[in-house]
């Protein structure tokens, strides 16, 4: 049981590239969301999904897209890379379902990226 | 305000030491207090949560929730330098956002 996949561990982009962040998860979670941590501003919700088809914005989604088709991946599309997009990205699920209750989340390891 | 704010440390105890974590909140329709800890270029992981107030334990470890004063608690008791990692207070109203602290840094000493 692999939990929740995140590839690349580490990518360096130049202003203005794009790229995807991948995310798997293999618990037939509903709920998947990404976060970004920086230093002294904790983790921050960027997009998150209640289900295939489903998604909205978290709290600070500007400069990315996400997509949900499938159950078990959720993509992070960053379109037009900058500086202040240098952070850790962490991907999470839960199960979700009708009732969240605490939406316990488990966290993939993260992918660095820095951009220059 | 900011609606969560967390101490990040770093602090530094000895081994064996009573370790006192704390956050305070702001928004009063929180029902959820979660404890996560993250230890270096891994990604978080819950450590035990709380429905609205009271305390709740699991081995050395102690979450205190006092709704009142909008303030959460996580003690570690007979800290080991296993200990030693990121501790996240997070929060949630039920619903699909959690939002979390900035972390605090313990560093255990052997």
């Known amino acids: 049981n692999a939990g929740v996949t995140q590839t690349p561990k580490f990518q360096v982009l130049k202003t203005g590239q794009s790229m995807t962040l991948q995310c798997a998860q293999d618990?037939?979670?509903?709920?998947m969301s990404w976060y970004r941590q920086d230093p002294g501003m904790g983790l921050r919700l960027i997009h998150y999904s209640v289900g295939a088809g489903i998604t909205d914005q978290g709290e600070v989604p500007n400069g990315y897209n996400v997509s949900r088709s499938t159950t078990e991946d959720f993509p992070l599309r960053l379109l037009s890379a900058a500086p202040s997009q240098t952070s850790v990205y962490f991907c999470a699920s839960s199960p979700g379902g009708a009732s969240s209750g605490a939406n316990v989340l488990t966290f993939g390891a993260g992918s660095r990226l820095t951009v220059l | 305000q900011k609606e969560v704010e967390q101490d990040p440390g770093p602090l530094s105890v000895p081994e064996g030491a009573i370790v006192s974590l704390n956050c305070t909140y702001s928004n009063s329709a929180f029902q959820y207090f979660m404890w996560y800890r993250q230890y270096s270029r891994k990604g978080p992981e819950l450590l035990m949560y709380?429905?609205?107030?009271g305390n709740k334990e699991d081995g050395r470890f102690t979450a205190q929730v006092d709704k009142s004063s909008k303030y959460i608690s996580l003690f570690i008791r007979d800290s080991q330098p296993s200990d030693s990692a990121t501790y996240l207070c997070a929060f949630n109203t039920g619903g699909f956002k959690t939002i979390f602290g900035a972390g605090t840094r313990l560093f255990v000493k052997a």
């Open positions: 709380t429905y609205s107030s």
């Open positions: 618990m037939n979670h509903e709920y």
